[in-house]
T-cell receptor
């Protein structure tokens, strides 16, 4: 059984650019959640996808958007990047309930 | 929405002593309470969790207690070792995880 995987591991972007982060869910899991962890803080919930539909959203602006595919993998897209978007982005998958285990994360640096 | 408060923000203990971290939550709909350990530059790792129908759970040197009435839960680490040094996060969940601000634990050898 493979766990949650994420790509890329690290990413450097310039302010104003757009970025796509990817997450492959654990086998058999139909729900994917995304979290943002800024340096020195706890993870913050961005949104959750269940069966390809957004199923709850945290306090993030519309320039944060996502997709879930039929195989339950997911993308997080961030448009018009700002310096404060620099963070570790974590993905977690679950079977229709609150997730507990995270993928390795993507560290995004915006300069 | 859910609000999770975590105390203390830093904790320094002598090796072999116990460490206790306390959290409170606000939303009575929360029914799942995981605890995470995060080492520098790594993902949060689940170390123990408890559901709302259970009052206490133990796994070797780690235990968690939950008081639903008071809406608080605690992590207890006994016989601390230097490798227990890390940042610990509590979280409360209905369908999404709401995290506390974290506790930096330092175990002095």
């Amino acid at each position: 059984e493979t766990g949650v995987t994420q790509s890329p591991t690290h990413l450097i972007k310039t302010r104003g650019q757009q970025v796509t982060l990817r997450c492959s869910s654990q086998s058999g899991h139909n729900t994917v959640s995304w979290y943002q962890q800024a340096l020195g803080q706890g993870p913050q919930f961005i949104f959750q996808y269940y069966r390809e539909e957004e199923n709850g959203r945290g306090n993030f602006p519309p320039r944060f958007s996502g997709l879930q595919f039929p195989n339950y993998s997911s993308e997080l897209n961030v448009n018009a990047l700002e310096l404060d978007d620099s963070a570790l982005y974590l993905c977690a998958s679950s079977l229709g309930q609150a997730p507990s285990r995270f993928g390795p994360g993507t560290r995004l640096t915006v300069t | 929405g859910e609000n999770v408060e975590q105390h203390p923000s830093t904790l320094s203990v002598q090796e072999g002593d116990s460490a206790v971290i306390k959290c409170t939550y606000s939303d009575s709909a929360s029914n799942y309470f995981p605890w995470y350990k995060q080492e520098l530059g790594k993902r949060p790792q689940l170390i123990i969790d408890i559901r709302s129908n259970v009052g206490e759970k133990k796994d070797q040197r780690i235990a968690v207690t939950l008081n639903k009435t008071a809406k608080h839960f605690s992590l207890h680490i006994t016989e601390t070792q230097p490798e227990d040094s890390a940042v610990y996060f509590c979280a409360a969940s209905d369908y999404k995880l709401s995290f506390g601000a974290g506790t930096t634990v330092t175990v002095r050898a």
